[in-house]
């Protein structure tokens, strides 16, 4: 089926990403605004907008409901929902199967197969895949037991948790059958389940991500895979491919896996494997599976020349993969920084307002990816992200020359923003050297504050 | 969501900072509004607007889309009712039965003045205004968006 026409269930850089390529195919667009983005980038860019609520993203684009009724009442056939807000909502995928609305993404069953911790760690066993050695107790033998095998440093995590709330860090074994005991009872306290498990604590690991693609009918590629270790609690600021200081045994087998397990779902559509990389121990497992786009798509699609949009809505429209693996050719390097609106000198705390100037930059290899003109406002209600500043070189080196000559020739007024603070990250002789694990920016940030 | 006076100061700070004279925040159950001293009364202070730069993206620039923000109308009397959600419009309760009201009637605040259909699941629209219907602006059956005005009501 021939898609005319798209509901953009999101708002940012992202809903004018997707408008850029629907206009491209020749494509209508609709985008559902809520009132604070009446006068966006992307609303002024779509064919039509349509108020769906008040600014809150609670009343407006979380509400499921009223997405599809916004997409059947405006004679859309298609909703992409971007990443954020309803990308990975089991119910929006299976309300729009159920209207007959294509919902431009993966299905609601493989929605949920991914979006759970341990039901996701349960595939990727099923899988092939590695994960980190460990798994679920339920008595205090049963962790020594398990404790022995895994060894230590450990973490007894709650599967209730996340976002790294109910974890214990067991150095000592011997210190094992207590941790998991007040573990269990702290995590039944906290989040009404008891549970906890074991996992292998990766003292020096990198995130490594692999983006692929499927047909839904279990023919799966991937497009190379992505660094994104430079964090700041959990937040990615830099993301780059490929992965550099990585062996070509341990790149190859990171992508092989990330295929074994996006086909085992028959997954359809785009989507990233995430891995850790064990530095010390070279290996790596299985952390989860983003079912959506990613902020960070960019950089595949400048090695690539693959406009990934477009393939989600070919997927989307039952044309398939038009790509055979072979192929798929990787050419240069490229990086991404995330221009926020936040202040570094406070905490990197949202610096939302009104953007009294915009500059951004332009050259060879330079792509600029935002909804953010002179004049436009930074509402408070939603993440700080302005802009993505996107830089492909023939290798890794030019494209970080490229990238910071880009940052100097960007100019905001009007809001705090961390150009200055990517500019000092992109000097720093570890960085440059590639391969740095999580805990760089922590440290980077202990040692040089004033880079802040 | 439990907030301290410590970030109370924080938000007052920021607001300060800001280009903004008035602050609005809805959480849960909180309910935050700070206005600074000299402030006028208003919902969003008009910015002195630049002219927005064409966008960088490849798309040709289009003419802007008009905004479908809430109509002032000319005469003072009269109040928009805007509509509290996106959805379909409904006039009745249920076809061919009779109009919940019509021009020249008179509502009060918890008058229904119609229904918003989301996805099946009907919501009923309530005047919020007292005074005399002039006009049914939106159609019946027709999709609103939020805030699109459903009727025009002469205040009592």
């Known amino acids: 089926m021939t898609i005319r026409r798209i509901l953009v269930a999101n708002r940012g850089e992202i809903a004018v990403r997707v408008i850029r390529t629907a206009k491209a195919l020749g494509i209508e667009t609709v985008l559902a605004v809520s009132e604070a983005d009446r006068e966006s980038m992307g609303a002024r860019l779509a064919d039509r907008t349509l108020c769906i609520g008040p600014g809150p993203s609670a009343q407006s684009y979380l509400k499921v409901e009223t997405i599809v009724q916004a997409a059947l009442g405006s004679g859309c056939d298609a909703i992409h929902p971007g990443y954020g807000f309803l990308s990975e909502r089991a119910d929006l995928a299976r309300l729009c199967e159920e209207e007959g609305v294509i919902f431009i993404g993966p299905t609601a069953a493989q929605i949920e197969a991914v979006g759970d911790k341990l039901r996701a760690r349960a595939e990727a066993v099923a899988a092939g895949v590695p994960v980190a050695p460990g798994g679920s107790v339920e008595t205090v033998a049963d962790a020594l037991a398990l404790g022995e095998t895994i060894g230590a440093p450990l973490l007894v995590k709650a599967v209730g948790g996340g976002g790294g709330r109910g974890m214990k860090r067991v150095d000592d074994l011997a210190q094992l059958a207590e941790a998991v005991s007040l573990a269990s009872a702290e995590a039944g306290a906290a989040f ?31 497009l190379g895979e992505r660094d994104c270790s430079v964090q700041r609690r959990y937040q990615k600021l830099i993301e780059e491919t490929p ?11 990171i992508r092989d896996a990330a295929v074994r397990f996006a086909r085992h779902l ?24 983003n079912a959506r786009i990613q902020v960070e798509h960019p950089v595949t699609e400048q090695v690539t020349g693959i406009d990934l949009v477009a393939e989600q809505i070919a997927v989307a429209e039952g044309k398939g993969l038009r790509l055979r693996q072979d192929q798929v050719v990787l050419t240069g390097a490229s990086i991404e920084c995330r221009i926020n609106a936040e202040d570094p000198e406070r905490d990197f705390m949202p610096s939302p307002g009104t953007v009294r100037k915009a500059v951004w930059p332009e050259g060879d290899g330079i792509r600029v990816d935002t909804h953010i003109a002179s004049g436009a406002k930074v509402p408070p209600y939603y993440d700080s992200l302005m802009c993505k500043l996107i830089a492909h070189g023939p290798d890794r080196a030019s ?6 000559a880009a940052l100097t020739q960007s100019r905001v007024e009007g809001v705090k923003t961390n150009i200055a603070f990517h500019l ?13 694990d999580t805990g760089f920016l922590t440290r980077f940030l202990a040692r040089e504050p004033q880079a802040a | 969501m439990t907030i301290t006076s410590k970030d109370v100061a924080e938000i007052m700070k920021l607001l300060e900072a800001s280009a903004f004279g008035e602050l609005k925040l809805e959480t849960g159950d909180l309910k935050l509004h700070l206005r600074r001293s000299g402030a006028p009364v208003c919902e969003a202070a008009p910015e002195a607007p630049t002219p927005p730069v064409p966008p960088r993206a490849p798309a040709a620039p289009q003419p802007p889309v008009p905004p479908v923000a809430p109509k002032v109308p000319s005469d003072p009397s009269l109040t928009d009712v805007p509509s509290p959600l996106l959805g379909i419009y409904y006039r009745a309760a249920k076809p061919g039965a009779d109009p919940f009201i019509e021009v020249g009637q008179t509502v009060e605040d918890d008058t229904i003045i119609g229904i918003i259909e989301v996805m099946k699941l009907m919501n009923s629209v309530r005047a919020g205004v007292k005074g005399e219907v002039v006009e049914i602006v939106a159609g019946n059956a027709a999709m609103v968006e939020y805030g699109e005005t459903l009727i025009r009501v002469r205040a009592a």
């Open chain 1, 243 to 253: 992965a550099p200081d990585l062996s070509d045994t341990l790149r190859s087998a």
């Open chain 1, 192 to 222: 009404g389940d008891e549970r906890v498990y074991l996992e292998r604590f990766v003292s020096k690991g990198r995130h490594v991500e692999v983006q692929v693609l499927g047909d839904g009918d279990g023919l799966v590629l991937h």
């Open chain 1, 424 to 436: 000092a990250v992109l000097a720093d002789p570890a960085f440059r050297a590639g391969g740095v």
């Open chain 1, 399 to 404: 494209a970080i020359d490229r990238l910071r």
């Open chain 1, 266 to 289: 028959n997954y359809r559509g785009a989507g990233t494997v995430e891995f850790l990389v064990d530095v010390e121990r070279q290996d790596f497992y299985f952390l989860e599976m």
